[in-house]
Nanobody, 124 residues
């Protein structure tokens, strides 16, 4: 499975961005998907995840109510709609995929495939 993330950019605090993650390869549509981010000097942290059917979503407390992850059932791409962006949301955003990742969705090690990352910069 190959993942391609896109949609990052430079925005001001309070603005919105929509990230996309396109997956290709055998059975890619049947994987649970997640978004993680990593700021300079910090560890990669969980942002949001969605199960393969697109029906169950998970969010970190820091983005709950502002970000929305979505996908069509058993299809890609996966989207991350980010509203009311804050400077602390800045970083490289990575999409990830893996069968069964939903059972420990917040852990990077349960995802088998990773995209290259897309940079989000939020100015105050």
């Amino acid at each position: 499975v190959q993942l391609q993330a896109s949609g990052g950019g430079l925005v001001q605090a309070g603005d919105s961005l929509r990230l996309s993650c396109a997956a290709s390869g055998r059975t890619s549509g049947g994987h649970d998907m997640g978004w993680f981010r990593q700021a300079p000097g910090k560890e990669r942290e969980f942002v949001a995840a969605i199960d393969w059917s697109g029906e169950i979503t998970y969010y970190s407390d820091s983005v709950k109510g502002r970000f929305t992850i979505s996908k069509d059932k058993a299809k890609t791409p996966v989207f991350l709609q980010m509203n009311s962006l804050k400077p602390e949301d800045a970083g490289v955003y990575y999409c990830a995929a893996g069968p069964g990742a939903r059972f420990s969705y917040y852990r990077p090690d349960v995802y088998d495939y990773w995209g290259q990352g897309t940079l989000v910069t939020v100015s105050s």
